[in-house]
Every structure is written in C-alpha cells, then in structure tokens.
Nanobody, 120 residues
C-alpha cells in the first residue's frame, strides 16, 4: 500500500517561513511529477507548484518568487519552502504525486493535508 505523509504545517506570522515535506512510502517503481495544492475555506483547491521528474518547476502567480518546490529522489520526498508568507496563504496544503506502482500501473496519490495558518 502506497501512501503520502505530509509534515511541516503550522501557525506563523506574516513575513515568516515554513517548509512542508511529503514522503511517499510503500512499494514504488518510480515517481513522476509531484505537486503541491492548497485549499482555503470556501474556495476550490488550487495548484501552488509542481516539479517534473527532470526537475522542471512551475508556480502559480500568487506564490512565484516566494515559494520553492524541490524533490529528493533518494528519499521519495517533495518539499515546499514557503517564505514571505501572507495571511492569504492560509489554507490546507496537499501534496500530489504521480506514482508508478507496477510495470503497467500508475496511480495519482494525495497526502492527508497539512494546515498552514498565517497571522497578520
């Protein structure tokens, strides 16, 4: 059974920093693209950042220049470094990975979500 476990959320003042981690465990062949999404109360889930297997990254306009996504292939882990946090960054953050779990089988896996709260 493959699962993603997130950590690193919490409460921080505006202007502060947090680092989120998401580790995949279980029987894996390989990891394809990885991403972080967030969902604020009353809003739809939105893509924050993504990284491909070769390290190419994309960011939403709202976080560009403040957040950095990275991956550690040896640890099956993706990170989201969040700097200069703003109250509007408050949301539940979810990691997402495309996982190859068999010779001909891939799945789209999600973490359990971690709360990030930024106070003004």
């Amino acid at each position: 059974q493959v699962q993603l476990v997130e950590s690193g959320g919490g409460l921080v003042q505006a202007g502060g920093s947090l680092r989120l981690s998401c580790a995949a465990s279980g029987r894996l062949f390989s990891i394809n693209a990885q991403a972080w999404y967030r969902q604020a109360p009353g809003k739809q889930r939105e893509l924050v950042a993504s990284i491909t297997s070769d390290g190419s990254t994309t960011y939403s306009d709202s976080v560009k220049g403040r957040f950095t996504i990275s991956r550690d292939n040896a640890r099956n882990t993706v990170y989201l470094q969040m700097n200069s946090l703003k109250p509007e960054d408050t949301a539940v953050y979810y990691c997402n990975m495309g996982l190859r779990v068999g010779i001909l089988r891939s799945i789209d896996a999600w973490g359990q979500g971690t709360q990030v709260t930024v106070s003004s």
